[in-house]
C-alpha cells in the first residue's frame, strides 16, 4: 500500500503543461486511457479519431508526440495518412505488434520514433507495476521526456527490438490466445456444463479455466488481429497443431512408454523452471484463497 501510494504521488508529479499530444484513435479502449495520463499530466491533448481527419493537418503542427491507438488492422495505413509533422515531434504507436508499424514511422517521420507496447489491458486504472515494452527507433535522447512519464506513471520499460519483440509474442500472445479460443470453442460445441466444470475444479484448474473464459470477455477484434499480423506466426501454430497431432496418435495407439519419453525430454526443458513453476503457483493461489478471490 505504502509502495502504490507513493507511485500514486510520483505519478502526480508528472508535469507535461508545455506539451501537445495528439492521440490517433483516443476515444478507443486503450487510447482514453493514455488521453486520461496526459491530461492529468497537464498536456494539451488533442484527440484524432477516425472521424476527425479534417482536423489533422491543424493538430499535428503544434504536436510534441503524435501517439498512434488505432485496430491493428488501420495501423499502417493511419501512419501513412499522418502530415508532415514538426521535427522534433516523437512519432510513437501502442500496437501490439512492433516490426511493420515501426518501420512505418521511421518512413512516415524522419524526427524521433518509438514503438510502444503496452503489456495490459485498457481497464487498467494505473500503471502502477505494469509493463511496458519500447522498441527503438530514432533519435532517443529526444523521446525520454515520454519514457520518462510513463515510468513516473508507475510501469516498467523494457527496451527490445521489435524483431525480437514480434518473436517472443508469438509465444506469449499468439499461441496463447489461438490455444484457449480453441479450448473454449471445444467447450461450446461439446456444451460442457462450465458451472459444473467450476464445481469440481480445484484452484489451479479453475484460473485455468478463467484464462480461457476472459479471452471471450475482450475484444474478438484484437484477438483476431494479433493472429492474422504475422504469417510467420502462422507457420508457428501449425507445427504446434501437428505436435498436438502426433501426441494424440500416440495416445490412440497406447503407447505409453513414447509418452513417458516425450514427458521427461520436456521436463528436461523446463529444468529449474517446473519446479519454481509449481511452487510460485501454489504461493499465487495460497495467496488468492486468503483474500477469497479464488
Ligand atoms: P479500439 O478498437 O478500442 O480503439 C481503436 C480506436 O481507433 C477507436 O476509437 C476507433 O474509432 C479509432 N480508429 C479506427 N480507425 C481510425 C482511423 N482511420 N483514424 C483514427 N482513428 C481510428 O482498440 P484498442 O483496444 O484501444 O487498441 C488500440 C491499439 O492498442 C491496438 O494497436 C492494439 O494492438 C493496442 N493494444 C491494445 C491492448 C488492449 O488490451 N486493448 C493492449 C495493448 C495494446
Not at 499530466?41 to 498512434?68: M, N, P, R
Not at 485498457?122 to 519514457?147: F, I, N
Not at 508507475?154 to 496463447?176: N, P, S, W, Y
Request: charged share 20%; with cysteine.
Amino acid at each position: 500500500i505504502i509502495r502504490e501510494s507513493y507511485q500514486q504521488q510520483q505519478a502526480a508529479d508528472v508535469h507535461l503543461n508545455d506539451k501537445t499530444v495528439v492521440i490517433v484513435g483516443g476515444n478507443g479502449a486503450l487510447g482514453q486511457l493514455f488521453v486520461r495520463l496526459f491530461s492529468s499530466a497537464g498536456a494539451k491533448v488533442l484527440i484524432l479519431d477516425k472521424d476527425d481527419w479534417q482536423h489533422a493537418e491543424h493538430f499535428c503542427e503544434q504536436a510534441d508526440l503524435v501517439l498512434i491507438s488505432v485496430p491493428i488492422a488501420h495501423t499502417l495505413t493511419v501512419i501513412e495518412a499522418l502530415p508532415s509533422l514538426p521535427p522534433g515531434c516523437i512519432l510513437a504507436d501502442l500496437t501490439s505488434v512492433k516490426r511493420q508499424p515501426l518501420n512505418a514511422m521511421l518512413a512516415k517521420h524522419s524526427g524521433p520514433v518509438v514503438g510502444l507496447h503496452p503489456m495490459f489491458g485498457p481497464k487498467q486504472v494505473t500503471l502502477a507495476k505494469q509493463l511496458v515494452v519500447a522498441c527503438h527507433g530514432r533519435d532517443e535522447d529526444q523521446y525520454q521526456w515520454l519514457l520518462a512519464s510513463i515510468e513516473r506513471w508507475g510501469a516498467h520499460i523494457k527496451a527490445l527490438t521489435a524483431a525480437a519483440h514480434d518473436q517472443a509474442m508469438a509465444f506469449v500472445q499468439v499461441l496463447r490466445h489461438l490455444s484457449s479460443f480453441v479450448y473454449g470453442s471445444h467447450l461450446a460445441a461439446e456444451q460442457a456444463d462450465l458451472q459444473q466444470l467450476l464445481d469440481l475444479s480445484s484452484p489451479i484448474y479453475r484460473l485455468e479455466l478463467m484464462m480461457v473464459g476472459r479471452l471471450f470477455a475482450q475484444d474478438a477484434e484484437l484477438y483476431a488481429d494479433i493472429l492474422l499480423a504475422e504469417p510467420n506466426n502462422i507457420a508457428m501454430l501449425r507445427r504446434y497443431v501437428q505436435r498436438f497431432e502426433m501426441e494424440l496418435k500416440r495416445l490412440e495407439q497406447g503407447c505409453k512408454d513414447e509418452f513417458l519419453q516425450e514427458f521427461t525430454r520436456v521436463r528436461e526443458y523446463f529444468g529449474e523452471f517446473a519446479e519454481r513453476f509449481l511452487s510460485d503457483s501454489q504461493r499465487l493461489l495460497d495467496t488468492a484463497g486468503d483474500s477469497h478471490q479464488i
